[in-house]
């Protein structure tokens, strides 16, 4: 069994940064694979991060350039460095992990942390 919780959501103007921080426990081979996903309201859930089991990752278009996605081993945290953030960014970003073995969708998610960025 694997925990996620994410913290470091919050309000910011347009342009601003904040850093999402998602906490893991449980088995390491359960969440070798992990990412930063988020869901506007009215929209479905896209992905926005990935981190593959040697720390290569993997961005969506949209927040290329922006995001940095990053993990720290040593604390079992995984992070999401958001710069340059603009309104169409505001969503509830959700921590997610699975084995990379594992075909399809993430396993485990957390409760996800909202961001807001006004105009």
């Known amino acids: 069994q694997v925990q996620l919780v994410e913290s470091g959501g919050g309000s910011v103007q347009a342009g601003g940064s904040l850093r999402l921080s998602c906490t893991a426990s449980?088995?390491?081979?359960?969440?070798?694979?992990m990412g930063w996903l988020r869901q506007a309201p009215g929209k479905e859930r896209e992905g926005v991060a990935s981190?593959?089991?040697?720390?290569?990752?993997r961005y969506a278009e949209s927040v290329k350039g922006r995001f940095a996605i990053s993990q720290d081993n040593a604390k079992n945290t995984l992070y999401l460095q958001m710069n340059s953030l603009k309104p169409e960014d505001t969503a509830m970003y959700y921590c997610?992990?699975?084995?990379?073995?594992?075909?399809?969708?993430?396993?485990?998610w957390g409760q996800g942390t909202q961001v807001t960025v006004s105009s």
């Open positions: 997610a992990a699975k084995s990379c073995w594992s075909v399809g969708k993430y396993t485990y």
């Open positions: 449980g088995s390491t081979s359960s969440r070798s694979c």
């Open positions: 981190i593959d089991s040697v720390g290569a990752p």
